[in-house]
């Protein structure tokens, strides 16, 4: 069965790095980063993201300026 408007993943540019991202839930994205398996973020609010504790899934308070930029990439590319 398919996700009603399941998202393609897309690949982002920052810098001359290349991150993959894999959408999951609402707001929430698996992140690969030059190929490997990286981090899974999830959207805090309209401008603040967030990282997900990779053993629990829970978020990780903090600010984390890789996270920030990959979300707001994120939101671009799906405008």
């Known amino acids: ?8 993943p897309f690949d982002i ?3 001359n790095i290349v991150y ?6 609402k707001d929430v994205y ?10 899974k973020i999830i959207k805090d609010n309209d401008t603040s993201w967030l990282k ?3 053993e629990t899934e829970l978020p990780m308070f ?4 890789e996270v920030n930029l990959i979300g707001q990439q994120i939101d671009q590319e799906l405008k």
């Open 30 to 39: 698996l992140i690969f980063k030059e190929g490997k398996e990286y981090v």
């Open 13 to 15: 540019e920052i810098g």
């Open 52 to 54: 997900l504790n990779p």
């Open 1 to 8: 069965m398919e996700l009603q408007g399941a998202q393609e």
């Open 62 to 65: 903090g600010m984390d300026e």
């Open 20 to 25: 993959s991202v894999f959408p999951e839930e």
